[in-house]
Nanobody
Framework: QVQLVESGGGLVQAGGSLRLSCAASGLTFSNYAMGWFRQAPGKEREFVAAINWSGANTHYADSVKGRFTISRDNAKNTVYLQMNSLKPEDTAVYCC?????????????????WGQGTQVTVSS
């Protein structure tokens, strides 16, 4: 079956960095656009970043633009989220997702598979 497994979350001070990874299995990875979403307690899930099948095109939420970078390695079936200059408001559970669209998409309904999430906590 299809499985997406995130790793790399943890506790970091404001201004610090974390790199999240999402390893995919059970699918032809290069046929899927990939995305990252996050959700804090009491808040709705929000889009963070997306990348197309090849990695040539990316989209970012305005709140993370210039601080976060999404990338993918199709040979390793893995998508990454490099997070720099972290702020307390970045604290959330971060989930990766796969969409059978090839093009990068920020619309959650376009995603077919979701990971379990990894906790990111940024202290002030």
């Amino acid at each position: 079956q299809v499985q997406l497994v995130e790793s790399g979350g943890g506790l970091v001070q404001a201004g610090g960095s974390l790199r999240l990874s999402c390893a995919a299995s059970g699918l032809t990875f290069s046929n899927y656009a990939m995305g990252w979403f996050r959700q804090a307690p009491g808040k709705e899930r929000e889009f963070v970043a997306a990348i197309n099948w090849s990695g040539a095109n990316t989209h970012y939420a305005d709140s993370v633009k210039g601080r976060f970078t999404i990338s993918r390695d199709n040979a390793k079936n893995t998508v990454y989220l490099q997070m720099n200059s972290l702020k307390p408001e970045d604290t959330a559970v971060y989930c990766c997702a796969a969409a059978r669209t090839a093009w990068a998409t920020r619309i959650s309904l376009n995603y077919d598979y979701w990971g379990q999430g990894t906790q990111v906590t940024v202290s002030s």
